[in-house]
């Protein structure tokens, strides 16, 4: 059986199973830290850093969904730090592309929004980009918007870990990565994908949606894949 | 579902890639090794799409992960490499001393554009004939000689217009090499 530790969340002392990262024993205990790269029963990348926490005795903050908590440890999810980093690592990703929500499918159901109003941003303190991003129609089925897309690599994990198929990758890096199918091949080229539409499902914004939505209307159910990877004995 | 095409670009030696991927079968950051020794044999020192879906094909790895590492690293090319190589170096060093106004001269001689693209930091630009392949490099390591300038793996520092100028006339009396 594994060992039972002592952790504490805000000052709240909580008893976890070791092995379980910060993230997991909050969650388990009813708190909740802000995440969007993170999806239960998926891998755990790190990369968007909005689940960052304060570990006292450590001189860096630390991301939640990567790091496993330790007996004794004293954790912080909240302060004004905290709130700060989380804003600017927010508004760094809606400068990057061009998010419009009001001509959005995904409008009032994407995380990223929901989050920017969870963390109440107002405005972004720094230039949009506007980069100039293709939108690649040409599955029969969905429609991949690179305009929308934060680079969370949730579609990345879901058809490696859960579909197997391992169509999607992220190309190039820094400010040009991208997401590609394939050898950057037309998704509906694609002869890995299998059409399970997992990708869909779990993407957080409208940069993969099902075809035939209007504004608003793209809903997603990411559970489904969380389910699925339990039943597989994903640890979650 | 059918398979993907087994066929090379032209330029790829078939059994040189089989050579290449026996020997690396297995071993841990295969893919590396690799990529990089087949872009070395192509004459073209790139890696054509057609043979990274067949190095796919043999090794099971997805065509995207492939793609993702070729794309990862500046040292692959998916484009065919000119005969000459100029590098010039666009890091903080070697932009406060000029690099900028050097690079646009380069683009001019060979006949680019010079808008927009001088103001991207990653460019790779080859011209039509295939003799002259133009890039530009995060920073050499040698920011004391900045602006530094590589010219076919001749490295330059304290590169200014009427030096550059003399390779350029050098390069233009060269028999084309093949
Ligand atoms: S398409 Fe969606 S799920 Fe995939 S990386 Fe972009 S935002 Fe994330
Ligand atoms: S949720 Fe932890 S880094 Fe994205
Ligand atoms: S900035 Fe040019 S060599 Fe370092």
């Known amino acids: 059986m594994s060992q039972q530790i002592s952790v504490r969340i805000d000052n709240e002392l909580y008893t976890a199973t070791e092995g379980r990262t910060i993230l997991q024993v909050a969650a388990d205990n009813g708190r909740s830290i802000p995440t969007l790269c993170y999806l239960e029963g998926l891998s755990a990348p790190g990369s968007c850093r909005l689940c960052l926490v304060e570990v006292a005795g450590v001189g860096r903050l630390l991301p939640a969904c990567t790091t496993p908590a330790r007996s004794g440890m004293s954790v912080t999810t909240n302060s004004d730090a905290l709130a700060h980093n989380r804003l600017m690592a927010l508004e760094l990703l809606f400068i990057e592309r061009n998010h419009v929500c009001s001509v959005c499918v995904s409008n009032g159901h994407c995380e990223l929004q929901s989050m920017a109003q969870r963390l109440g941003m107002t405005h972004v303190h720094l230039p949009y980009n506007f980069p100039r991003l293709p939108v690649d129609v040409s599955h029969p089925r969905f429609v991949l918007d690179h305009n929308r897309c934060i680079l969370c690599s949730r579609c990345v994990r879901v058809c490696d870990e859960i579909e197997g198929a391992q169509v999607w990758d992220i190309s190039a890096r820094g400010i040009n990565s991208m997401l590609v199918a394939e050898l950057d091949r037309p998704w509906g080229e694609a002869q890995s994908c299998t059409s399970c539409g997992k990708c869909v499902q779990v993407c957080p914004t409208g940069a993969l949606v099902e075809k035939g939505q209007a504004v608003e209307e793209m809903t997603k159910r990411n559970r489904i894949v969380t389910d699925l990877a339990v039943k597989r004995g994903a640890r979650t | ?178």
Request: glycine residues 8%.
């Open chain 2, 1 to 178: 579902m059918p398979s993907p095409p087994l066929q090379l670009a032209s330029g790829l030696d078939h059994e040189f890639v089989d050579n290449v991927l026996g020997k690396q079968q297995g071993r841990p950051g295969a893919l590396l090794a690799i990529l990089q020794q087949v872009q070395n044999h192509h004459p073209r020192k790139y890696l054509p799409l057609e043979t990274l879906e067949y190095i796919g094909a043999r090794t099971r790895i997805p065509l995207a992960r492939i793609y993702s590492v070729a794309t990862f690293f500046a040292l692959f090319n998916l484009e065919p490499q000119g005969r000459n190589t100029i590098s010039v170096c666009r890091g903080t060093a070697c932009h406060t001393r000029g690099s900028r106004d050097l690079f646009v001269k380069l683009l001019m001689y060979y006949g680019f554009r010079t808008e927009g693209d001088a103001e991207t930091d990653q460019l790779v630009v080859t011209t039509a004939d295939g003799n002259m392949t133009l890039r530009t490099v995060a920073c050499f390591g040698q920011c004391a000689l900045a602006p530094v300038i590589e010219v076919n793996h001749a490295i330059f520092g304290h590169m200014n217009e009427p030096t550059l100028q003399r390779e350029l006339d050098a390069l233009a009396q060269q028999e084309p090499r093949i």
